[in-house]
């Protein structure tokens, strides 16, 4: 399978300056084939083809004295602005069939120089390399110094280059993972376990562990609110307002970024430690326009949820994911009786059948384990439904012994 892995890029003044023109000529080529596509659509005309897109946009755009400036940036650049313009249509086409899982895509829409993320692709054919000193040698930009925060477990196919609302250039590396490497890696287990997510604890296990909830944006309100209010008091187009702009999503960088690391450091030890994982199926949209919206997306159940399962894919893990509408707190999980709904305030209660007292959090994850098909052994043989797709998300090696870097 396919992974990201992401470092901090760290350019001088130069550097910045030429990052820049990638970014915008890459933008223009984006912007000029969305165009070309309308142009057609609204004439009743054929779409254009790639090809033709490349040599119009691309090659022939070079020799004009508007378009003369193409030339300064990677070729390679400009021709993946057009198979991102070519994958955003195709998605959206797919979406409209009704072929394409998840929300509605909408159309391409022109990107901006003001947009909150600028990005490039270079691919193997650019001839970008890993200098023998760490660096990341970019055709037409340099060698841009690189934080190794980890190592490349295998050697990377593409890198892309973005520059994101706070200001911050990273490098996200494309690899294609080792099977026989990751089975080598992690243990064997025959452990089973449910998990209940809950806002009071972020997640109560079904053998009784309780991960306590770290609500990071909860804890930095303060800071947020302070630099939201000095950004609204900065007048608009002044260069006060752009740092007082960055001071604010850089503060929203810095918890997203806590909160990604909890997920990841987490995820990988329940998949360490078990075989097999339950959990429940959550709403997370619907829960999200309720008065508890604030806590739902600080707590990031969706992020988490996709991270193990990538990973359980990745590591030869089982991940079952059972139905909301399971009744996982109104069962005992001593007896099975089913008692009716409870009010939210209510975390203890004794079940009428067996007279046993239980916990509403860890009642609800036994019941997840249970609903899962976990409660029989999973080795050698198959739990649930099976094996779920892979995510498409930026991986995480916490835990795992490092490996020689990958040049």
């Given at each position: 399978?396919?992974l990201?892995?992401?470092f901090r890029?760290y350019?001088d003044?130069?550097?910045?300056t030429?990052?820049a023109?990638?970014?915008?000529?890459?933008?223009?080529?984006?912007?000029?084939?969305?165009?070309?596509?309308?142009?057609?659509?609204?004439?009743?005309?054929a779409?254009p083809?790639a090809?033709?897109l490349?040599?119009?946009?691309?090659?022939?755009?070079?020799r004009?004295?508007?378009?003369?400036?193409?030339g300064?940036?990677?070729?390679?650049?400009?021709q993946?602005a057009?198979r991102?313009?070519?994958a955003?249509?195709?998605?959206?086409?797919?979406?409209?069939?009704g072929e394409r899982?998840?929300?509605?895509?909408?159309?391409?829409?022109?990107?901006?120089?003001?947009?909150?993320r600028?990005?490039?692709?270079?691919?193997?054919?650019?001839?970008w390399?890993?200098?023998?000193?760490?660096?990341?040698?970019?055709?037409?930009?340099?060698?841009?110094?690189?934080e190794?925060?980890?190592?490349?477990p295998t050697?990377?196919?593409?890198v892309?280059v973005?520059?994101d609302?706070?200001?911050?250039?990273?490098?996200?590396?494309?690899?294609?993972?080792d099977p026989?490497a990751?089975?080598?890696r992690m243990p064997d287990?025959d452990?089973?376990?449910?998990?209940?997510?809950?806002?009071?604890h972020?997640?109560?296990l079904?053998?009784?562990?309780?991960?306590?909830?770290p609500?990071?944006?909860?804890?930095a309100e303060k800071?947020?609110?302070?630099?939201?209010?000095?950004?609204s008091?900065?007048?608009k187009?002044?260069?006060?307002?752009?740092?007082?702009?960055?001071?604010?999503?850089?503060?929203?960088a810095?918890?997203?970024?806590?909160?990604?690391e909890?997920?990841?450091?987490?995820?990988?030890?329940?998949?360490?430690?078990?075989?097999?994982?339950?959990?429940e199926d959550?709403?997370?949209?619907?829960?999200?326009r309720?008065?508890?919206a604030k806590?739902v997306?600080d707590?990031?159940w969706?992020?988490?949820?996709?991270?193990l399962?990538?990973?359980?894919?990745?590591?030869?893990?089982?991940?079952?994911?059972?139905?909301r509408?399971e009744?996982t707190?109104?069962?005992?999980?001593?007896?099975?009786?089913?008692?009716?709904?409870?009010?939210?305030?209510?975390?203890?209660?004794?079940?009428?059948?067996c007279g046993?007292?239980r916990?509403?959090?860890h009642?609800?994850?036994?019941?997840v384990k249970?609903?899962?098909?976990?409660?029989?052994?999973?080795?050698?043989?198959?739990?649930?439904p099976?094996?779920?797709?892979?995510?498409r998300?930026?991986?995480?090696?916490h835990?795992?012994?490092?490996?020689?870097?990958?040049?």
């Open positions: 399978m396919q990201r892995y992401s890029l350019p003044t130069g550097q910045r030429a990052l023109q990638a970014f915008g000529c890459a933008r223009i080529v984006f912007n000029d084939a969305v165009r070309a596509r309308e142009d057609a659509r609204r004439a009743g005309a779409f083809t090809g033709e490349s040599r119009k946009l691309i090659t022939e755009a070079k004009t004295v508007e378009r003369a400036w193409l300064k940036v990677s070729s390679v650049v400009l993946q057009l991102d313009a070519e955003a249509y195709r998605n959206f086409f797919a979406s409209l069939k899982k998840g929300a509605k895509t909408g159309a391409p829409r022109f990107k901006s120089r003001k947009d909150n600028q990005s490039i692709r270079f691919t193997a054919n650019a001839r390399s890993i200098t023998g000193s760490g660096r990341l040698n970019l055709p037409k930009i340099g060698a841009v110094k690189v190794w925060s980890r190592t490349l050697a990377p196919s593409s892309t973005i520059k609302a706070a200001g911050r250039y990273v490098a996200s590396f494309v690899i294609d993972t026989a990751d089975a080598h287990s452990q089973m376990v449910g998990i209940d997510l809950g806002l009071t972020f997640a109560v079904s053998d009784g562990r309780v991960i306590d909830s609500r990071f944006l909860r804890r800071k947020l609110k302070k630099a939201q209010r000095d950004l008091r900065k007048q187009g002044s260069k006060n307002r752009e740092k007082a702009r960055l001071k604010v999503a850089r503060a929203h810095q918890v997203a970024d806590a909160r990604r909890f997920h990841h450091q987490l995820s990988t030890k329940l998949i360490r430690e078990n075989q097999a994982i339950g959990v959550l709403a997370v949209k619907g829960l999200a309720t008065r508890l806590s997306q707590a990031g969706a992020q988490f949820v996709a991270m399962e990538y990973k359980a894919v990745r590591y030869g893990r089982t991940l079952v994911k059972i139905s509408f009744p707190s109104q069962t005992c999980s001593t007896c099975g009786v089913k008692d009716g709904p409870k009010p939210l305030h209510i975390r203890e209660w004794t079940c009428p059948a046993t007292d916990d509403r959090d009642n609800a994850a036994k019941n249970t609903a899962a098909g976990l409660a029989v052994a999973a080795c050698g043989a198959q739990v649930g099976g094996l779920v797709p892979a995510q998300d930026e991986a995480g090696s835990g795992f012994s490092p490996g020689p870097r990958a040049a």
